[in-house]
C-alpha cells in the first residue's frame, strides 16, 4: 500500500497478514477438518499456525504443510485418557497449563480452538495477548 506523506514523498507500508493460531487436541496431519480450514484460511491471505500434540517423537517439533505452519507438542501418551480418579484432574490439568502457555507464545490475532476441549487454552491465551480483548 503506497501513502504520501506531508512532503509528498512516497511511503510504501509493510503488509502484514493476519495470523490466525489454531489448536486441536490431536494430531493435524490426519484432521482434514483443521487442515481444510487452515488451508481456506492461508488461500485467503492470512498467516495460520497450528498448535497440536503430536505422540510420534521421531516428527520434527516445528513444520510447514502446504503453506500452513505447524507447531507440535512433543508428548506421547498424552492423546491416551486417563480414566481414573485424581490422576485424571491432575494430568488434566498439566495439561491445560502447558499446553496454554505454548499458544500465549504464539503471536496470534485470533486464537481459534477446534474442539472443545481446546477452547479453555485459547480463552486463555486470547486474554492474555495483546489483541486487546475476546469477541464470543
Known sequence: MKTLSHDD????????PFRVCMHVRGLVRTDGR????????VEAGFAVTILDIEDDLTRPVEEDIGGIH???IMKSGWLKPVRFGPFRLIRSTQKLVYITLQLIR???????AHDDNAL????????????GGVRC
Open 34 to 41: 483443521v487442515m481444510r480450514a487452515a488451508t481456506a484460511l
Open 9 to 16: 514523498r512516497v511511503v510504501t507500508k509493510k503488509h502484514i
Open 70 to 72: 505447524v507447531k507440535h
Open 106 to 112: 504464539i503471536p496470534a490475532d485470533v486464537y481459534h
Open 120 to 131: 479453555a487454552p485459547c480463552y486463555i491465551a486470547a486474554r492474555k495477548s495483546s489483541i
